[in-house]
């Protein structure tokens, strides 16, 4: 921490990785000793087509080329906006046909929060344990981890935790709330994956009370899961979906969509009910069109089988006690947060990155840029092998 802070830098732990990155490409970034890493977990899900793809670069040379930030969001027409909306549109149900950029995923929480209580009118709000939105005051307010929470409390009144794929979350859906808000696919929880039956049945008790579904695919969505989005898994819609990380393609963007109807009471009444100056800036757009682009070519079938082998070579180590996986979102779960710590440093001093989950000691995580090959795979399995190795042996030692 105190070299960053020499630097002048504000840190967010006391231990940070500290690694002096000095160029990134494809599944790989470059340390200033010249140490190469493989990238497992694509910078928490934003790397997702991989670092420095040459389409993004080429879009955002040419966006760069034209204009940068030229007027605060929706005041004028930006070719790159509306081509990054075209292409994610074109991907949604056509219930969602408006979209809302913003700078990153917990501002689109945000904004879905307000987006809820303008269209229907109620001020309350139904959230999961386990559930991991942000940072944000409000989308803290919504995360359930209550070490997270409580050095900020008082947050906003009005929030009511229900277990995730549990009945009781669909019996407490009474009317008065304004949404229940869910990560289709849990994150920071372990990668959690719900019952098919039970979502479909919480989009009726849902669409019953006239209560708004928020999906928060800000991390398992755009391709993550083997699927453009997540929520396609379970044959839902929501009424807000919530985007962001690999929305830009590496470059900081986040969306909430809805339809038009719903969008228009953000517009009047107050005019200006939600304004920002950053949100959909060009460059960032330009990324994520070109981001977009990509993902209407990944072959999901072959992401699949490499995702499933992935899977089952990882559950043939005795080390590991569980895996969670749907696409290349993977929890891996060992006996202790001991061993997760060993393995996650093990695997870095020897040139493989993953990473820990805030509020899951027992797991670390694997999320792979979706263009990894069967190689850069092997690779990486085979550097996590010798960590787990390394700890099996340790235990014997020290028993």
Not at 32 to 51: A, C, N, Q, R
Not at 118 to 140: C, D, P, Q, S, W
Request: aromatic share 8%; with cysteine; net charge negative.
């Amino acid at each position: 921490m105190e070299d960053f802070l020499h630097r002048g830098l504000a840190q967010t732990t006391l231990h940070p990785l500290n690694l002096k990155v000095s160029s990134a490409s494809g599944v790989y970034f470059h340390l200033e000793d010249g140490t190469k890493m493989l990238d497992f977990i694509s910078g928490i899900g934003v790397s997702s087509f991989g670092h420095n793809n040459p389409a993004i670069v080429e879009a955002l040379h040419q966006q760069i080329d034209r204009h940068l930030h030229v007027m605060v969001y929706g005041e004028v027409q930006q070719e790159a906006q509306d081509l990054a909306a075209s292409r994610l549109r074109g991907l949604l149900p056509t219930s969602l046909d408006a979209v809302y950029f913003v700078n990153s995923g917990a501002e689109a929480i945000d904004g879905a929060l307000k987006l809820a209580r303008r269209v229907t009118g109620r001020k309350n709000f139904i959230a999961m344990e386990g559930g991991y939105h942000g940072n944000t005051f409000g989308a803290l307010s919504i995360s359930s981890n209550q070490d997270r929470r409580e050095p900020f409390e008082p947050l906003l009144d009005g929030v009511q935790f229900v277990p995730f794929n549990h009945e009781d979350a669909l019996v407490a859906i009474d009317g008065t709330q304004a949404a229940v808000i869910a990560e289709t696919v849990q994150g920071d929880a372990g990668i959690r994956i719900p019952d098919i039956e039970w979502i479909k049945r919480l989009e009726k008790r849902c669409n019953e009370t006239g209560t708004l579904l928020i999906l928060d695919e800000i991390q398992c969505g755009i391709g993550r899961t083997g699927k453009p989005f997540a929520f396609e898994h379970f044959d839902v819609t929501p009424d807000i979906l919530c985007l962001g990380k690999a929305l830009g393609g590496g470059m900081p963007l986040g969306a909430f969509v809805s339809s038009a109807s719903s969008m228009r009471t953000l517009a009047h009444e107050p005019d200006l009910g939600h304004i920002t100056t950053f949100g959909g800036h060009p460059v960032a757009c330009a990324s994520s069109a070109a981001a977009l682009r990509l993902l209407e070519k990944v072959d999901w079938k072959a992401l699949e089988m490499r995702g499933a082998r992935l899977e089952n070579q990882l559950k043939k180590h005795s080390a590991v006690k569980a895996v969670r996986r749907l696409g290349y979102f993977i929890a891996v779960d060992m006996e202790s947060p001991e061993a997760i710590h060993f393995c996650v440093e093990h695997a870095r001093k020897n040139g493989l990155l993953i990473f820990y989950f805030l509020s899951t000691p027992n797991s670390f995580r694997i999320a792979p840029p979706l263009i990894i090959s069967d190689e850069e795979l092997n690779e990486g399995m085979t550097l996590l092998n010798h960590a787990f190795d390394a700890w099996v042996l340790q235990r014997v030692s020290h028993p």
